[in-house]
């Protein structure tokens, strides 16, 4: 079950609305290594959702092929074109988790489609999940992107960046308004994923959309529990375990006035920093 909203926080939430966007994010049963029929389902969600023109949608990680070590069938260019055609078919926002061949190799990114389907950022996931040996298959990024989406400054993360708030940080200060965390994040560590959604959004005084999937593949099983939060930690919108979506209506200006009234980002000091010992 998601968490309880915080009332009060909301009310004054939407007090602040200006012109809201809307999030949307849809999580399903990833099939393992099988792109046709991934596309297939995750276009059915994404349509059935009806999202209105200029949305914001987002996908989880490696949406059409699932969180695989083969980086080679992983990559590959009609995946960009499919979340290309996607996005300019519906003229939404869309933020897909898609492996991407460059020339150091191969990297699990979030790609980031406009309403015209031109890709508007390719944010590479700079946390690699050791345990898995990702660090063996892909290639990391080098830290936070942001990117206007019709207004909205958003920053995507990917999955384990979810743990290090040092990359949050640096987006926050860059002026994301917006995190897009796109995930296969296990339901052994599914209350981690809850409470670290909650923790990201009030310390960063951002939305965050978060996107999970379902389902199992042949190293663990999924729960989703994909959810939209606010700047003040306020759960605007929860999907549950099963296939299914997440929507809320967003806006910069709520952030911006928050960030005003209660300033704390501009109490940080990005000299201090996170060094290994």
């Not at 965390?181 to 951002?206: G, K, N």
């Not at 930690?233 to 997440?246: I, K, N, Q, R």
Request: charged share 20%.
């Amino acid at each position: 079950a998601p968490p309880p909203p915080l009332p009060a926080c909301g009310r004054w939430l939407e007090g602040c609305l200006g012109r809201p966007v809307k999030a949307i994010a849809i999580q399903d049963d990833i099939a393992w290594e099988n792109k046709g029929a991934n596309r297939l389902s995750f276009e059915a969600r994404v349509r059935s959702a009806s999202p209105p023109p200029g949305s914001l949608v987002a996908l989880p990680e490696l949406c059409d092929v699932g969180f695989t070590m083969d980086a080679t069938r992983a990559a590959t260019d009609d995946s960009r074109a499919w979340a290309a055609a996607l996005a300019r078919s519906l003229g939404v926002w869309l933020i897909s988790g898609l492996a991407v061949r460059h020339e150091l190799g191969v990297s699990n990114c979030a790609v980031v489609h406009d309403p015209r389907g031109d890709e508007a950022a390719i944010y590479r996931k700079s946390f690699l999940f050791t345990p898995a040996g990702e660090p063996q298959h892909y290639v990391a990024g080098d830290g936070p992107v942001t990117v206007d989406c019709g207004g909205l400054r958003v920053a995507p993360t990917i999955c384990y960046d979810l743990r290090f708030p040092e990359l949050w940080r640096r987006a926050a200060l860059d002026g994301a308004q917006c995190f897009a965390c796109i995930a296969s994040w296990p339901t052994v560590r599914q209350r981690h994923w809850d409470a670290l959604l909650v923790a990201r959004a009030i310390e960063s005084q951002a939305f965050v959309i978060g996107c999970n999937r379902t389902g199992t593949d042949p190293n663990a099983t999924y729960t989703g529990g994909s959810a939209i939060i606010s700047p003040l930690g306020d759960v605007l919108a929860h999907a549950g375990a099963g296939p299914g979506t997440a929507s809320a209506d967003i806006d910069g200006a709520a952030v911006t006035q928050w960030r005003a009234k209660f300033p704390a980002l501009a109490d940080a000091r990005p000299e201090i920093g996170i060094a290994r010992r």
